[in-house]
């Protein structure tokens, strides 16, 4: 008796073990699930992810980075809070709960200093009718954001405003993930706003 509990026992717990080291819960990153950064990115992207043909665990790690880590949003979508919205105290903003406006999201289009050729106005992130990010390669965009060469528009030689200074130290396979979640959000054009962050 006593040897078949403890048979029963033995079993009891290499099933458990098992089922967990199986389990999604763990959140590890391998083939079966996503990792907890690209998890946190699903449930912040604020808009609606197209996943064709895209690597899911990269379309997630790069919605973390924009979303959560670079603040891409502040400067490349007008206005960069949904109306009524703006998480920051007046005058600057309305005590909202800071959702992102998901209607303009990073379509660009926010002024920085006077009108060009003097200022700069941040560049339209969406894809493109060919489904290219702002229309660049994955090696244009790589080389924008870690040299600051703007590849479609060398005006000042370096993009201005733009802190590709700090993003060029991301690894390759960020600047990977960040290229994947801009190709799967939907294509879209500016709103109307007067600066950054409003
Ligand atoms: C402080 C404001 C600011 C932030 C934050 C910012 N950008 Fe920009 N970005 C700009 C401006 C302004 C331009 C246009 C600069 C110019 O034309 O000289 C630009 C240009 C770009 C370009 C070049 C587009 C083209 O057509 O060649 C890319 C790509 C880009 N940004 C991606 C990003 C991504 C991705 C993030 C977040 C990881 C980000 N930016 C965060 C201000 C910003």
Same mark, same amino acid.
């Given at each position: 008796? /006593?040897? &078949?509990?403890?048979?029963?026992?033995?079993?009891?717990?290499?099933?458990?073990?098992?089922?967990?080291? $199986?389990?999604?819960? /763990?959140?590890?990153? $391998?083939?079966?699930?996503?990792?907890?950064?690209?998890?946190?990115? @699903?449930?912040?992207?604020?808009?609606?992810?197209?996943?064709?043909?895209?690597?899911?665990?990269?379309? #997630?790690?790069?919605?973390?980075?924009?979303?959560?880590?670079?603040?891409?949003? *502040?400067?490349?979508?007008?206005?960069?809070?949904?109306?009524?919205? $703006?998480?920051?105290?007046?005058?600057? #903003?309305?005590?909202?709960?800071?959702?992102?406006?998901?209607?303009?999201?990073?379509?660009? #289009? &926010?002024?920085?200093?006077?009108?060009?050729?003097?200022?700069?106005?941040?560049?339209?992130?969406?894809? *493109?009718?060919?489904?290219?990010?702002?229309?660049?390669?994955?090696?244009?965009?790589?080389?924008?954001?870690?040299?600051?060469?703007?590849?479609?528009?060398?005006?000042?030689?370096?993009?201005?405003?733009?802190?590709?200074?700090? @993003?060029?130290?991301?690894?390759?396979?960020?600047?990977?993930?960040?290229?994947?979640?801009?190709?799967?959000?939907?294509?879209?054009?500016?709103?109307?706003?007067?600066?950054? #962050?409003?």
């Amino acid at each position: 008796m /006593r040897r &078949i509990q403890v048979a029963a026992a033995v079993i009891v717990l290499f099933a458990v073990v098992t089922i967990l080291s $199986n389990s999604p819960l /763990r959140g590890d990153n $391998n083939d079966r699930t996503l990792s907890q950064k690209a998890q946190i990115g @699903f449930s912040i992207s604020p808009v609606k992810l197209n996943l064709q043909d895209k690597d899911p665990e990269l379309v #997630g790690l790069g919605s973390y980075i924009v979303n959560a880590q670079a603040g891409c949003n *502040d400067c490349h979508t007008c206005p960069s809070y949904a109306p009524g919205h $703006n998480p920051f105290p007046p005058p600057f #903003g309305v005590s909202g709960n800071g959702e992102f406006n998901g209607a303009n999201y990073l379509a660009g #289009g &926010i002024a920085f200093g006077p009108p060009p050729p003097v200022g700069v106005v941040s560049a339209n992130l969406t894809p *493109d009718s060919t489904g290219k990010p702002g229309g660049l390669t994955l090696e244009q965009f790589k080389t924008a954001l870690q040299t600051g060469h703007d590849p479609l528009d060398p005006k000042f030689g370096l993009l201005a405003v733009m802190p590709w200074p700090y @993003f060029r130290h991301m690894t390759n396979r960020d600047l990977e993930a960040i290229y994947t979640f801009l190709s799967a959000i939907p294509t879209a054009a500016p709103g109307s706003c007067s600066g950054a #962050g409003q």
